[in-house]
Nanobody, 126 residues
Framework: QVQLVESGGGLVQAGGSLRLSCAAS??????????MGWFRQAPGKERDFVAAINWNPGSTNYADSVKGRFTISRDNAKNTVYLQMNSLKPEDTAVYYCAARSSIVLATTKFAYDYWGQGTQVTVSS
């Protein structure tokens, strides 16, 4: 089993920044065999892909809606993945979820991920 714990959500004004963290742990977790992703879900909408990264070599992928504003990164020593969100917009408001899949190949569909965190709320006011 793999456990994912997110933190860092909150309320911010449009144009502001937040950094989300996702700490991964578990007996079966080995960062070199997993890819990590961030998804978000606004009320009444589907859970959408935001960004993904693998631990080695650290390849990344982003949704078009966040390219140039969000940055995904990882700290190998801490088994932690981050999502730095800059220039936030009201339409970025959602619950943000961290996810892990048992493959180093990046994926943009939620169905490719095996483990999920509990989610953290991000609210951007106009």
């Amino acid at each position: 089993q793999v456990q994912l714990v997110e933190s860092g959500g909150g309320l911010v004004q449009a144009g502001g920044s937040l950094r989300l963290s996702c700490a991964a742990s578990g007996r079966t977790f080995s960062r070199y065999r997993y890819a990590m992703g961030w998804f978000r879900q606004a009320p009444g909408k589907e859970r959408d892909f935001v960004a993904a990264i693998n631990w080695n070599p650290g390849s990344t992928n982003y949704a078009d809606s966040v390219k140039g504003r969000f940055t995904i990164s990882r700290d190998n020593a801490k088994n932690t993945v981050y999502l730095q969100m800059n220039s936030l917009k009201p339409e970025d408001t959602a619950v943000y979820y961290c996810a892990a899949r048992s493959s180093i190949v990046l994926a943009t569909t939620k169905f490719a991920y095996d483990y999920w965190g509990q989610g953290t709320q991000v609210t951007v006011s106009s």
